[in-house]
């Protein structure tokens, strides 16, 4: 926070008495509340802008006559271990295209080592170059239908809401709780009364959206079509709107933003990996997307900018104007939200201001805490009479799955994978230090015709998710991740034939994004030799083990009916 | 704050398992960020709104078919002692016309009583039906030119910063110190960043408004011209229009509100005497006038209510919504806002909802501290040799006065008031128990014939002001002030011939607001037939002593050449 004496030089630089540290001159830029395009100088005093629409002169400077400034964008809702790499590493790959700050729910990190995963994430924000900003997940573990490595109560929140990157409680899945007036969920909720609580509401209508929102539940990230966003928007909730890797909700939404609902929308990635990440852009590619749909270029900038700002109480930023954070994006296609360079708390954002940072050690390096598997312990014994057994049906860039009930193969007294009708068998493994259970199934839609895929990623208990059609491979694979402390691996034959190690908890890598996206692009063209059709296999794996998304799941406890939301007999 | 039992009750209600605790049924209410309106009930758990659009059955219910259902409306900047009553007969007599949240500047009984007179604020906030919020007073005193009652550091005004009605520092006139970096701005700008820092920036433009916004200054009650107002905003800062008893910017700066710039505007009223309020209107009247002057319904209602709770980081109000504090205007004509019944923080309002509040006890009732005058004490020896003598110049509606060169009258060797030429004696009497100085001059246009005004009011270091064109009924108005710890009084004849006594720091009534009226309009009257041709004769006179006003003032030092920010030899 300034001092006296720092407000003196602002002042000085504001009036051009002294040169200012960094001008960007004879530039055009957005003022997004009116939308309208501006000519002149930015001035910039330390992390503040301090002087628009006039001349300046600074001690550094940069051409802007080429150029289009709009404010650094907000990434509304985003948890960041989906990028797979650690916080740091994250900042390093999205802010360069814009992004200045991210809101992010450190959920992930949370269900593995609980309040250490989020005070991992607290010191990492200490040194990002974007602002990262941590959101206190609400519900940890998400259900009592899985083992998690954690579980968080309202008073451990409370214990971590004085930490100047938070906002409040991060989004509130556990809404049947919230109806049902759970006790910890009325704890939490009361707790964070006045503080921003993020939400969480696909499909919540009328008078269950309206008991949710009368929590002081205000923004949504899950809204998926126009009449449901029609609905929160006029009930005063602040959608925002996702454009993730497998959830896609940008070309339902757009066409709902206007000069008046783009002060109560905003743009969020949820979850996005670093394959799209580097292909496609992340925040600037949803607002290059909504363009592109029709939208209003000063409509989509504002709800990137100053309404995402504003939604979460963020009120020293959102607009390139005096006495606002110093967060610019400067662009060479306005249009295209094409970013040329990014300034960041002031600061021209360079492979030698990532240089900077402290380095913060990593957490969780021996997560997956389970003795080695045999074969073995993947056999399933045939039930004498079933004609049929409960298979999860997989869609491709879905994570809701079917409830399939399908003739099972047996073989000397064991179900067992059957590649000619694409089912494979998919297990859950606790890996915690807990229990110690395996929850085992079947699985349709993955292609695989050979080998075994292995996960340490498996929202949101994140316990080892495994597949394939040989028991040895889904061995092999899983055995490895015990080994390295978690990670992606491919196993054929015995042999692991591709991997990306994940030892930061079991979820991110130790590698600069370039290589994660490198092995991930392998691990990719891997599973594709292999017969898998799945764009993305690792997510779908990973999000068959979240058991609050319809409609068959599968934990470290069993097969969930999420319908009926319990634990199924396998059979 | 809610505990977990009330987030219990406000689900149930929410889902209507039981009935609310007030429901306003069937009625049509508006949404403000689209400005659609709809329908449906209204359901109110305490002081929250839990339900819309839905039907719903309460304990107690209104129908609302009838009318239209607008947020409540908030005024962003005012100083409830011009009301000339207590914050609490304040609350009594804007509340019923909607205004539910009073973002108040107490920089009147501050410069009176300092601390004092804003903790005496603080506890009427916390009986107060409507929503007081207190701004912390930053420039007391206003100038070095005057002497007040007291003085405000960084440290006073930080030790205050805690009490739940403060949302930081108001209104910030002292732009010409914060130009000049003195010492003591900078500490109270530095002790404020983060939290909302009001402005006042008449006229402030350029690189002298770059400077003042970087300081984070980010609204402004002070804006009277459309290309000002547009400079403002496109710099980011909120204008916020006023209307108030004698300075009136709405006429000129409705135009500018659209969809997009309602959102960074709203109103206030900052000085509004008891006459216009009963008369004319509060808050609804300036909608009811910036609908007439063309603007859209939604977006002048946008401005009232959700742009101003913005600005000032209420997020908690502002719209019909579920989450949201339950103050709520019902309309009987919406396009005209006349206000049919207001609820307040879920309470309907009421003669018994104000009876319900807890008296406070007035502070400062012996404010006026200084021996009585004799008429010789307001003798100006006149100078050999001047030709012409320095007279405020008054114009009718204007606080800004003419510095006028006259030829003085002069008899025994003393400058005269001269009625033939509308030239009355004006002085100035500090009555803090200080120096005991009085400042003496001459003003024009107030066009009294007879008799003498006195008034305890004087902005802002409040000593007491009195004009005449006798010395002696001078002597008698003044004296009465201080026998009556301050007020409003007309001398006529060595006679007091009409009076209002304000004992509350010389700048209140104990009188029911209703009270006040008739004694204002009994003074209007008084003065008229003394042939004063003000509509505002007190007003006006009070305004003559603040020295940051153009051109010519006086205060207890003496006449204020404002233009050089100087004081004037008299003569």
């Known amino acids: 926070m300034a001092n006296a004496q720092h407000i003196a030089r602002i002042i000085d630089q504001a009036l051009g008495r002294t040169p200012a540290d960094l001008v960007i001159r004879n530039t055009r830029f957005l003022e997004v509340i009116s939308g309208k395009l501006f000519h002149g100088d930015i001035a910039i005093c330390g992390d503040r802008i301090v002087g628009t629409q006039e001349s300046y002169h600074g001690v550094k400077e940069i051409d802007g006559s080429d150029l289009t400034v709009v404010p650094g964008f907000i990434d509304t809702h985003v948890h960041c271990e989906s990028s797979l790499v650690t916080p740091l590493e994250f900042d390093r790959c999205v802010l360069p295209r814009g992004t200045t700050t991210a809101i992010c729910d450190p959920h992930e990190i949370a269900n593995v080592l609980g ?113 449901e966003a029609r609905e929160k928007l006029s009930k005063g909730m602040h959608v925002l709107i996702r454009e993730g890797t497998v959830s896609k909700d940008l070309a339902a939404l757009a066409p709902l933003l206007d000069a008046r609902t783009s002060n109560a929308m905003a743009f969020c990635t949820d979850d996005r990996n670093p394959l799209d990440i580097a292909e496609q852009g992340h925040l600037d590619y949803l607002i290059r997307r909504a363009i592109a749909l029709g939208i209003a270029e000063g409509d989509a900038y504002r709800a990137a900018t100053w309404s995402a700002a504003r939604a979460f109480g963020l009120r020293d930023r959102g607009l390139v104007a005096p006495g606002k954070r110093a967060d610019l994006v400067l662009l060479s296609d306005y249009r295209c939200c094409e970013v040329h360079s990014v300034v960041s708390a002031g600061r021209l954002v360079s492979p030698e201001l990532f240089a900077q ?74 890996r915690h230090g807990h229990s110690g259970d395996i929850g085992r199934g079947f699985v349709q839609g993955f292609g695989l015709l050979r080998g075994a895929l292995a996960s340490s ?107 009926n939301f319990c634990l199924l007999n396998t059979g």
């Open 115 to 227: 309040s250490e995963g989020i005070q991992y994430f607290m010191r990492c924000a200490e040194q990002s170059c974007l602002d990262l900003r941590v959101q206190l997940s609400s519900c940890v573990p998400t259900t009592e239908l899985e083992t998690a490595g954690a579980r968080l109560s309202a008073a451990d929140l409370v214990a971590l809401r004085d930490h100047p990157s938070v906002i409040g409680l991060a989004e509130f899945m556990n809404y049947p709780g919230l109806l049902a007036k759970d006790p910890q969920v009325l704890d939490k909720l009361a707790a964070f009364q006045g503080w921003h609580i993020d939400g969480h509401a696909p499909l919540v209508r009328g008078k269950n959206l309206n008991a949710y929102l009368a929590c002081g539940i205000c923004t949504c990230h899950e809204t998926t079509s126009a009449e």
């Open 357 to 430: 940072r402290q380095t913060i050690d990593p957490v969780g390096l021996n997560s997956v805490k389970r003795a080695i598997v045999r074969p073995r312990d993947f056999l399933m014994p045939a039930t004498t009479g079933d004609s049929t057994i409960a298979v999860i049906g997989v869609n491709a860039g879905s994570i809701v799955t079917d409830h399939r009930r399908l003739p099972p193969q047996i073989r000397d007294g064991y179900y067992q994978a059957d590649t000619r009708r694409d089912i494979l068998k998919v297990c859950v493994l606790e």
């Open 457 to 563: 990623v498996g929202h949101d208990s994140h316990n080892l998710c495994v597949l394939g059609s040989q028991d040895d491979d889904m061995a092999v694979a899983v055995n490895r991740l015990i080994d390295i402390g978690g990670g992606f691996a491919i196993a054929l034959d015995g042999q692991i034939i591709e991997e990306l190690p994940l030892p930061v908890a079991g979820l991110m890598s130790l590698a600069p994004y370039e290589t994660v996206h490198q092995q991930l692009a392998a691990l990719r063209d891997a599973v594709q030799a292999l017969g898998c059709s799945l764009p993305e296999p690792f997510l779908q794996l990973a999000f068959l083990a979240l058991p609050v998304i319809p409609h068959l799941k599968i934990t470290d406890q069993g097969l969930v009916d999420v319908d």
